[in-house]
Nanobody, 125 residues
Framework: QVQLVESGGGLVQAGGSLGLSCAAS????????MGWFRQAPGKEREFVAAISWSGGSTYYADAVKGRFTISRDNAKNTGYLRMNSLKAEDTATYYC??????????????????WGQGTQVTVSS
């Protein structure tokens, strides 16, 4: 079992930056790939970014590529999402997730076994 708690959400103006954290506890976080997903009101949950268990590989949704950076510190059992050049359409509840799966990093939510409760990010235009 892995417990995940997100933090760092808030209100920011368009063009600004925000950093999210995902603190993990329970089973060794370093065994799991980590992903960030988001869900806006009235929309389905969508993939944002993923990072491999070692941190050596990353994968981004086209909508955030070049603006967001995913990282992790296994010694601190914490994952991060740095968001720059934020747009109004980035407004959503952001969730971190952890999963142990083989093969390439994936944007499939079903491959991630554990989820945090979410943190709200609101970008004002």
């Amino acid at each position: 079992q892995v417990q995940l708690v997100e933090s760092g959400g808030g209100l920011v103006q368009a063009g600004g930056s925000l950093g999210l954290s995902c603190a993990a506890s329970g089973r060794a976080f370093s065994y799991y790939h980590m992903g960030w997903f988001r869900q806006a009101p009235g929309k389905e949950r969508e993939f944002v970014a993923a990072i491999s268990w070692s941190g050596g590989s990353t994968y981004y949704a086209d909508a955030v590529k070049g603006r967001f950076t995913i990282s992790r510190d296994n010694a601190k059992n914490t994952g991060y999402l740095r968001m720059n050049s934020l747009k109004a359409e980035d407004t959503a509840t952001y969730y971190c997730a952890a999963g142990r799966y083989s093969g390439s990093l994936t944007d499939l939510a079903s491959k991630y076994d554990y989820w945090g409760q979410g943190t709200q990010v609101t970008v004002s235009s």
